[in-house]
C-alpha cells in the first residue's frame, strides 16, 4: 500500500456513514446477540480462541452480520477476505482462492472468506467454492438475510455452523444512539449534542430491530440541526420524527396502547369491518410492529371467528403469514392487507370454536369412556378373539358413503358438539348433514 492509497482509507474511514464508523471492533463492543456471543457461548469462545470454522450468519438487516464478520477480521490471526456476492464474479472467486492457496503455502496461514449476501451466488457460484471449503482452503463466513436451508447448497450448509441473528432489542438500540451521540472518536460526540430521551425511545421503537435504520437518523439530525443558544445541537422528538420521515403515535409496545389496538384490530375483523379493521393494521405497521406478530392474530381470528363459514380463511391466512416471514417489509404491507380483507369479509361462525371447547370440557368432567367395540382396531393378531372390530359398517359400501352406527362412547350416544350456523359453508354442511344423517 503506498502513501495514496493510505491516505485514502483514512480518508473514506472519517467519511463513512455513522452506522459503519461505529461498528464494533472487539467482541465486547458488541450490543446484542447475547444468545450466540455471550461469554461461554460457542461463538465467543471460537472468535477468543481464534479458531473459527465455516459459519453462516442468518437475520434480517442491521442485526450485527457484518459487524462479527469485522470483529473476526480484526481477532483473527488468519488472511482476512471480503467479496460482496452482489457484484463478485467467478473471476473474483478465483483470485481469492489462489490467494488463499499461496499464504498457505509460504506462511501457512489460513485465510478467512466473508462473502455478504451469499444467497446471491447461484449454484455455480456456490459449487465452485466447495471443494476450497471442504478441504480448508478458505474458511467461509457467510452472511444473508435470507434462511440459509431455502438458498444456501445443502453440502455448504452442512460443512458450516449456522448462527441465527435475531432483531436488536430496543434497549439494544438505545445503547448505540446514546454511544452514537457521545462517542467523539467513531460517533457525532465532537459536535457537542444532547438527544430527548422521548427522541430515543421514538427512533428505537421505529427501527424494528435494525440499528442502522437509528443511527442514520442520528447522524442527520446532527448534521442538519443548528446548535441552540447553549451550543449544544438539541435531537428533539420533532427532530427525529423529520429525520426518519415518519410522525410519532402514542404506541407503546409494552404498554396498554399496544393491547387496546391489537384488541380493536380483531374485534374488526370478527365485526366484519374491512375499512376500521386495515386502519388498524396500517396504524401497527406504521410503528413498526413486528409483522409476524400481526399475522399471528390473523391466523387466530381466521380459526375462531370466521372458522367452518368459510375454512378457506385459514388457508389463506397461513398463506400470508408465511409470505410475510419470506418477504418482510415493506412488501408485507399488501400481503397483511390481503388477509386481513379477506378475514374480515368472510362470514362468520365460532361453532367449531365451540365444539372443541365443548368435546374439552367433556373430556375434563366425563369418567374416561370406553370407544365402542365395532371401532377397535382389529388389525393385530388375536383382536377378533378379544371381538375387536367385530360388527362396524365400512360407510363406503353403503349409499351415499353413509351407514347409520355409533361412533361416540357410550353414555355420550347423542352429544351434540359442532352446531354449524347458516352462513357461507356451514350452511352447505347444515344442509348435507341434514338431508343425509338424521
Do not use: W
Amino acid at each position: 500500500m503506498d502513501i495514496f492509497d493510505y491516505a485514502r482509507n483514512i480518508n473514506s474511514e472519517k467519511e463513512s456513514p455513522l452506522a459503519s464508523r461505529l461498528r464494533p471492533k472487539t467482541l465486547e463492543q458488541v450490543v446484542g446477540q447475547e444468545h450466540i456471543i455471550g461469554k461461554g457461548k460457542l461463538l465467543y469462545r471460537a472468535i477468543k480462541a481464534d479458531k473459527i470454522s465455516s459459519v453462516i450468519f442468518y437475520g434480517p438487516p442491521g442485526t450485527g452480520k457484518t459487524t462479527l464478520a469485522k470483529v473476526i477480521a480484526n481477532t483473527t490471526s488468519a488472511e482476512f477476505m471480503q467479496l460482496n456476492a452482489t457484484v463478485a464474479g467467478k473471476k473474483d472467486m478465483e483470485g481469492v482462492v489462489e490467494k488463499a492457496k499461496q499464504t498457505m503455502a509460504m506462511n501457512g496461514r489460513k485465510t478467512i472468506l466473508f462473502v455478504d449476501e451469499i444467497h446471491r451466488f447461484n449454484k455455480g457460484q456456490q459449487d465452485y467454492l466447495l471443494p476450497f471449503v471442504e478441504d480448508g482452503t478458505v474458511i467461509l463466513i457467510g452472511a444473508t438475510t435470507e434462511n440459509p436451508y431455502f438458498e444456501v447448497n445443502t453440502a455448504l450448509i452442512s460443512r458450516s455452523i449456522v448462527f441465527e441473528l435475531q432483531p436488536l432489542t430496543e434497549e439494544n438500540i438505545k445503547t448505540l444512539i446514546h454511544r452514537a451521540v457521545e462517542d467523539k472518536e467513531n460517533g457525532m460526540g465532537i459536535y457537542n449534542a444532547v438527544i430527548d430521551e422521548e427522541a430515543v425511545e421514538f427512533l428505537a421503537g421505529l427501527s424494528n430491530g435494525d440499528a442502522r435504520t437509528a443511527l442514520n437518523a442520528v447522524e442527520l439530525g446532527v448534521l442538519t440541526t443548528e446548535p441552540k443558544s447553549d451550543g449544544k445541537i438539541h435531537i428533539t422528538l420533532e427532530v427525529a420524527e423529520q429525520c426518519i420521515q415518519k410522525r410519532a403515535l402514542r404506541y407503546d409496545k409494552g404498554g396498554d396502547n399496544h393491547y387496546d389496538t391489537i384488541s380493536a384490530f380483531i374485534k374488526s375483523m370478527r365485526g366484519s369491518d374491512p375499512d376500521a379493521a386495515v386502519y388498524y393494521l396500517a396504524k401497527m405497521l406504521y410503528v413498526g410492529e413486528s409483522v409476524d406478530f400481526i399475522a399471528r392474530r390473523i391466523l387466530i381470528c381466521a380459526a375462531e371467528d370466521v372458522g367452518m363459514a368459510n375454512p378457506q380463511a385459514l388457508v389463506v391466512a397461513s398463506a400470508a403469514a408465511d409470505a410475510v416471514h419470506k418477504i418482510g417489509m415493506p412488501e408485507s404491507q399488501l400481503i397483511l392487507s390481503e388477509a386481513v380483507i379477506y378475514v374480515a369479509t368472510s362470514p362468520k361462525s365460532n361453532a367449531a370454536c365451540n365444539a372443541i371447547f365443548s368435546a374439552m370440557e367433556t373430556v375434563k368432567n366425563t369418567v374416561t369412556a370406553k370407544v365402542p367395540v365395532h371401532l377397535m382396531d382389529s388389525h393385530y393378531k388375536g383382536a377378533s378373539k378379544l371381538g375387536h372390530g367385530i360388527g362396524y359398517q365400512y360407510p363406503h359400501n353403503y349409499p351415499n358413503h353413509y351407514v347409520k352406527q355409533q361412533y361416540l362412547p357410550d353414555g355420550l350416544e347423542d352429544k351434540k358438539f359442532y352446531e354449524p350456523g347458516d352462513l357461507g359453508y356451514e350452511k352447505e354442511i347444515k344442509e348435507y348433514m341434514s338431508r343425509y344423517f338424521n
